[in-house]
């Protein structure tokens, strides 16, 4: 007999990149077996991180066992079939993370690699966080390639001042960097390819340089790509007397928004499609059959064949990002 499907929360996978800090540990009280964490890997269906159940009838599952078992009654009836389409993750940048490119879908298919546009919801910033994303201008792979060797390469691309609340978004082949001060929600294509270009002359944990990609970057750069990262919001649309949704942005691989809830909220079925929610701020209970009780920085992934819920903040307000490809 198979196990009915309900909110379903996983145990973070968690990496200690030499760029990262204790955001994570601290703001959301997380036990971690490290001194620093750059990722938590929230939500991820790949070989190098799959996600377990942490809670329920099914804890100990994975998620691609799940997917393998329900299909598209845990996906949604549009979804492909396979593996999750999606990899979410909290990022900590104590230090900046090097400049790089991700392939677009037809770069992908042409030279390699597995496509990754991404998106970030800054959770907090120090007073002079910032990121580096797209040209200044458009370039040509030859002052590219100059700039890389004299070390000048941050002065041709867009440096963005950052704040709590920003969005900003990555499509595949955009150069990019998240520099030092950011904590971060990270959206992004179930990928982990990445080409380093360039990152800032530091060593790695044995004492060497760390490795660059900049021949396998330059076929995926967009060299054209001088267009706006940061997004602008939506203004926030009544859905009820108790709740007011922010559109953040809306792409064709996932759509984020983010619901401010000053009392319960149903959150009505779709099969065509599973939800993520991230509580932001706020304790939350998630009420379906039971009631799941969610704390600032909490993940749920709520399955396309769910049904009907219900979300509410215990006390006062609360706010809670949405996830849904």
Known sequence: MI????????????????????????????????????ESWEITDRADGE????????????????????GSALLGEAAPAGNFPLLIKLIDAKESLSIQVHP??????????????????????????SVYAGFREPVTPEV???SVREGKLPDLLQHIPVKKGDVIFIPGGRIHAIACGCLLLEVQQNSNTTFRVFDWNRVGKDGLPRELHLEQALRHIHWQ???LALQSPT??????DTCFCTTLLQTDYF????????????????????????????TMALQHEHTLIL????????????????????????????ITP
């Not at 677009?104 to 966080?129: M, Q």
């Open 51 to 70: 996600s377990v159940v942490a809670q329920g009838p099914l804890e100990g599952r994975t998620l691609h066992e799940l997917i393998e078992e329900y």
């Open 255 to 282: 759509n984020l928004n983010r619901l401010e809830l000053t009392g319960s909220q149903r959150l009505p079925a779709d099969a065509s499609r599973f939800r993520v929610l991230f509580v932001e701020k706020g």
């Open 235 to 240: 203004l926030p649309q009544q859905l009820s």
């Open 225 to 227: 790509d001088a267009a």
């Open 3 to 38: 196990t009915a499907l309900y909110p379903l929360t996983f145990r973070p996978i968690y990496k200690d990149y030499l760029w990262g800090g204790n955001r994570i540990i601290e703001k959301y009280h997380r036990e971690i077996p490290m001194e620093s964490c750059a």
């Open 295 to 322: 704390q600032p920085g909490d993940f749920c992934l709520l399955p396309a064949a769910l049904g009907d819920c219900a979300l509410a903040p215990l006390t006062g307000t609360g706010t809670c990002l949405t």
């Open 104 to 129: 677009n879908n037809d770069s992908a298919r042409e030279v390699g690699g597995e496509a990754k546009t991404e998106a970030w919801y800054i959770l907090d910033a120090d007073p002079e966080a």
């Open 144 to 146: 590219f390639s100059q």
